[in-house]
């Protein structure tokens, strides 16, 4: 059983950065960041693939947000640039544990998750 640890996450003003980081304990594939507000549904942030030429993104963070991966290090990072009031959320780290050339946005398509860690943007 792969374990994922999420760190980073805080209180920033809008219009600031935060780095979120993700170490996994053991081999994964493709890696992804989902957030999730009270009462929504877990939303897709952003994945990368395994050797991590491609990236996918929500529309809502494309241009702002930058997901990469270090294998060596067991590490995901997610940097956050401009960052504005409605990206508060808790935000969870995921991981395929098969092998797949298609970057997927459902989350019941993850098999790891980490236990979050709270992003809070003020205005």
């Known amino acids: 059983q792969v374990q994922l640890v999420e760190s980073g996450g805080g209180l920033v003003q809008a219009g600031g950065s935060l780095r979120l980081s993700c170490a996994t304990s053991?081999?994964?594939?493709?890696m992804a960041w989902f957030r999730q507000v009270p009462g929504k549904e877990r939303e897709f942030v952003a994945s990368?693939?395994?050797?991590?030429?491609?990236?996918d993104y929500v529309e809502t963070v494309k241009g702002r947000f930058t997901i990469s991966r270090n294998n060596a290090k067991n590490t995901v990072d997610l940097q956050m640039n401009s960052l504005k009031p409605e990206d508060t959320a808790a935000y969870y780290c995921?991981?395929?544990?098969?092998?797949?050339?298609?970057?997927?946005?459902?989350?019941?398509?993850?098999?790891?998750w980490g236990q979050g860690t709270q992003v809070t943007v003020s205005s």
């Open positions: 995921a991981a395929q544990r098969v092998l797949s050339f298609a970057l997927d946005r459902n989350p019941r398509s993850y098999d790891y």
């Open positions: 990368i693939t395994l050797n991590g030429g491609r990236t």
């Open positions: 053991g081999r994964t594939f493709s």
